[in-house]
């Protein structure tokens, strides 16, 4: 049997996942992983591509879910997705996306934050 805490990140997946289909997102891909880089959800609209981290929790006791993206995570999503990108046909534009989930209680709820943040390039001189 799974800890809870996996069984609640999947079911927070799910309902971000479905949250997306109802907003007009087809589902490309849920867990891709390349090396130790992972997304939790792939999903495209028309030319846009989402990379989306999903954090669930149970209340709001230690914060908000979605405040718990951090750099590391980021740069992991990062290298996914350029992964990811290679492996279809150029053409699409690209967004980095986190959806935070409280599953419990009277705080229950989805918050979708679009554009969480950007590619960084750095300049060579």
């Known amino acids: 049997m799974k800890p809870q805490h996996l069984l609640t990140g999947e079911q927070g997946e799910q309902q971000a996942a479905d949250y ?34 999903v954090k669930t929790r149970k209340n709001l006791m230690h914060g908000l879910p979605e405040l718990f ?38 705080e229950q709820g989805i918050h979708h934050v679009e554009n969480a943040f950007t590619v960084k390039k750095e300049k060579w001189a």
């Open 20 to 53: 997306l289909e109802s907003m007009g997102y087809l589902i490309l891909e849920r867990n891709w992983r390349v090396g130790k880089s992972e997304v939790d959800i792939i999903a495209g609209k028309g030319d846009e591509i989402l990379f989306v981290e």
């Open 69 to 106: 993206v951090n750099a590391a995570k980021e740069k992991k999503m990062m290298v996914a997705a350029q992964a990811f990108l290679q492996c279809i046909r150029p053409g699409y534009s690209i967004r980095f996306d986190i959806i935070g989930i409280i599953d419990e209680g009277t």
